[in-house]
Every structure is written in structure tokens, then in C-alpha cells.
């Protein structure tokens, strides 16, 4: 029987210096490792991020038949169909688009339970911002109790729900804005008109905050990445000083930048104001909020807001890169914060953010290399066109990519 080879033995035998036989003998054996991560190994780490629980032994097994079957995707759905997803991911996912703070920790709210319920409904996420839609659960039955009807001048349903443990993908129902806070339906506006977004982002100040927070949650965007002072400032309101600290240059050389594609898309909102006293949105027809008067003496000869007129200056230019429809019912103008909704959602720039927010919950980091972004790229594709911008498949993709890692 030979004797076994020490390591520096059976380099020499194999011809090749010490080191290099090590580095190559430790890479194969990492290798061979990642290889005996089996279906079970990956069924359980695509449940661990799609809900943040442990799959039962029967779903574990059934996932793992899926992959051993070619179809990881399938496995990945079955992950979602545990409530923790409707619970603890895709409110944790959502909550912080709610927020000015952009925190997890603020209660569950209309805006929140409406992105839940669009995604277990499979309602197509470009109506977020647009569709006459929010979520309650008026006539739930929790642990025998049932919550405060939805009301449009407090949280306290939502809050009712969250301090019960209700489970959201059972209790969760949909019904249109009209209805439940009595908006006209063409004041509709998906997700910016549910209250939370109104107490967030449509309180005090000049409406501007909306249109920022919705670049930034839904869009993955912020103002100064969007900066263009070559576009017109025909539009930049009263308030906005020409000569900061006295020094024209730093309006034509900053402010423009933001202000001059801002303002006119910001004129979607005219009509909307949140009352504090009330604890209720506001929408005043055909009468533009006083807010958007304000500091008019600032720089007189500025813009003077008369409706909810709204011009995406940004079609043209460096900004066009956003990628906006070319659709004849997106002409790049309309009134109100509906058609806004659907000219912004209607990018591709709305579309690749989306799925690069489940990339990163389903993956546990950003996309850092040529293959994720193009994986991104590809499901951005995918998503838009025969995916129906449905958010469930963008979720099990993302899944079925990441599952080894």
C-alpha cells in the first residue's frame, strides 16, 4: 500500500511549485464546496429573504423539488405565499416611502396596505401612482375583535391592525379612493393620494416635497442628479430668489437646475393640501391651494400659479435619459397629479427602480457587477412587457438569480 503524499510531495509529482499547488488545491476545494450547496441549501436561503422565516419541512421540500426541477422561480413563489411576506417584507419594503425620515419603524398606513394589496392582488405596479385604489380592512374579524372603520382624518385603522397582529394578505381588501375619502376620481392618484402621503408629504410647505419623494421612493432618483440649467425657468414660481445672498449667479448656476423642470411637474398639485386641524386631505377643484402663493414678494415677476397644469420639460435634454413613454397618451403634459402619476410611471426609469428595490431584498446588496446590472437591465424587460409590471414574478427572478449566493 503507498504511502500517502505530504502536500509538498504531491506538488513536486505534479510538477508545479508549492504555492501555486496550494492556491490551486484551496480553490477547488471552495469550489467543491459551492457545488454541494444542494436544492435544499438554496429552497431554504430563497424563503429566508423572500419571508424572514424558516420554511416548514413540507415547503422546504416542495421548493426544492421545483429547483431540482429547473424552475427556481416556482419555488420562489411558493416562499411568498407565506404570510410573513404580506407582513414583515413587503411592509418593511414599503414603509419607508411613507415618511420623510424614509424610516421602516412608522405605523402601517393606507399608503403601505395599498402597495400590499396591489402586489398580492396582482394589480400592475404602473397604476402606483395613478389608480383610484386604496386598501383597508373594514370588517376584518382579528382574534375576535374588529378594527376602526377606515377613516380619511386618522391612521387609527391602520394602527389598529398593526397593534393586533392582523395578517395582511387575508385581511387586506381594495376599494377605490372615491369611495372611501370621497376624492372625485380624477383627483385620484394611486399611492400620493392615500392620507399617509398627504400628512407626509402635502402638509404646510409649497407641495414640492410630494414630487421630490416620489423621485426619490419611486424613481430612485433625488433632484440633484436630475439638475439641467439648460431648460427654461419660465416656470419657477414667485418664491424662489433670483439672487440668493445677492449673487444672481448662484440662481442661474444651482436653483435653475431643480426648479426649472421641478415646478412645472410640481403644478400637477395645485389642488391638494393636507389640513392639520382636520387630519384630512384637501382638494379643492378648479382653485389652487394658497400655498402656492406664498412668499410671492420674494421675486415678484416669477410664475404665478393658476391650475394644475403640470409640462415635463425634462422630455428634452439630458434628463430624457429617464426614458419617457413614447405613448400618444403620454404626451409629456396634463392637468392634476393622475396624469402625472401615469407620466412617471410610465418611464423606464420607474420600471428599472422597482426592480432594483426587490434586487436588493432579495439579493441582500445592490447590483455590483456587469452581470447583476444586466440581469436588472433584462428583468427591467421583462417587467414592462409580457410581465405586465406585475411585482410577485420581479420578486421570484430576483430570487431564483441570487440563490446561490
Known amino acids: 500500500m503507498g504511502k500517502k503524499q505530504s502536500g509538498a510531495g504531491a ?26 450547496a444542494d436544492s435544499r441549501d438554496q429552497a431554504k436561503r430563497i424563503h429566508d429573504r423572500l419571508a424572514g422565516t424558516p420554511p416548514s419541512a413540507l415547503v422546504l421540500n416542495a421548493m426544492a423539488t421545483e429547483i431540482d426541477n429547473g424552475d427556481p422561480q416556482a419555488a420562489a413563489m411558493m416562499a411568498m405565499d407565506d404570510p410573513a411576506f404580506y407582513n414583515v417584507t413587503l411592509k418593511n419594503w414599503a414603509t419607508p416611502w411613507t415618511n420623510e425620515d424614509r424610516t421602516v419603524f412608522a405605523p402601517l398606513n393606507d ?34 375583535s374588529s378594527p376602526p372603520n377606515y377613516s380619511p382624518a ?15 394578505e387575508a385581511v387586506l381588501v381594495g376599494d377605490t379612493q372615491t369611495q372611501m375619502s370621497g376624492l372625485e376620481a380624477n383627483a385620484t392618484a394611486g399611492v400620493m393620494t392615500t392620507r399617509a402621503a ?42 424662489v430668489s433670483r439672487s440668493p445672498g445677492g449673487d444672481s449667479r448662484l440662481f442661474q448656476n444651482n436653483c435653475v437646475g431643480c ?35 406664498i412668499n410671492s414678494e420674494t421675486f415678484s415677476p416669477g410664475y404665478v400659479t393658476l391650475d394644475d397644469r403640470w409640462d415635463n420639460y425634462w422630455r428634452t435634454g439630458p ?29 423606464r426609469t420607474f420600471a428599472a427602480c422597482q426592480v432594483k428595490k426587490v434586487f436588493k431584498v432579495a439579493c441582500l446588496r445592490d447590483p455590483v457587477d456587469s452581470f447583476d446590472r444586466q440581469k436588472v437591465s433584462d428583468m427591467t424587460d421583462t ?22 449566493d
Open 11 to 36: 506538488a513536486r509529482n505534479a510538477g508545479l511549485p508549492l504555492h501555486t499547488f496550494i492556491l490551486t488545491t484551496t480553490l477547488a476545494l471552495v469550489w467543491s464546496s459551492a457545488c454541494l
Open 111 to 144: 399608503y403601505t396596505a395599498t402597495v400590499i394589496g396591489m402586489i398580492r392582488d396582482n394589480v400592475g405596479f404602473d397604476q402606483l401612482l395613478s389608480a383610484n385604489l386604496v386598501y383597508h380592512a373594514n370588517g376584518a374579524v382579528v382574534n375576535g
Open 154 to 168: 386618522n391612521n387609527a385603522h391602520y394602527q389598529w391592525l398593526e397593534d393586533n397582529g392582523a395578517d395582511l
Open 198 to 239: 398627504a400628512e407626509a408629504f402635502f402638509v404646510a410647505g409649497t407641495n414640492r416635497a410630494m414630487f421630490r419623494f416620489t423621485l426619490l421612493n419611486h424613481m430612485c432618483t433625488d433632484l440633484e442628479q436630475l439638475k439641467d440649467t439648460t431648460r427654461s425657468p419660465d416656470r419657477i414660481r414667485q418664491d
Open 259 to 293: 426648479h426649472s423642470g421641478m415646478d412645472p411637474l410640481a403644478q400637477a398639485f395645485a389642488y391638494y393640501n393636507f389640513n392639520e386641524a382636520t387630519g384630512q386631505m384637501e382638494y379643492t377643484t378648479n382653485s389652487v391651494q394658497p400655498k402656492y402663493g
Open 319 to 347: 434628463n430624457q435619459l429617464l426614458g419617457w413613454s413614447e405613448s400618444a397618451s403620454l404626451p409629456g403634459s396634463g392637468n392634476g397629479a393622475k396624469s402625472l402619476g401615469e407620466e412617471l410611471a410610465g418611464s
Open 383 to 404: 417587467f414592462t412587457t409580457s410581465g405586465g409590471y406585475l411585482m410577485k414574478p420581479v420578486f421570484a427572478e430576483a430570487a431564483a438569480y441570487c440563490m446561490g
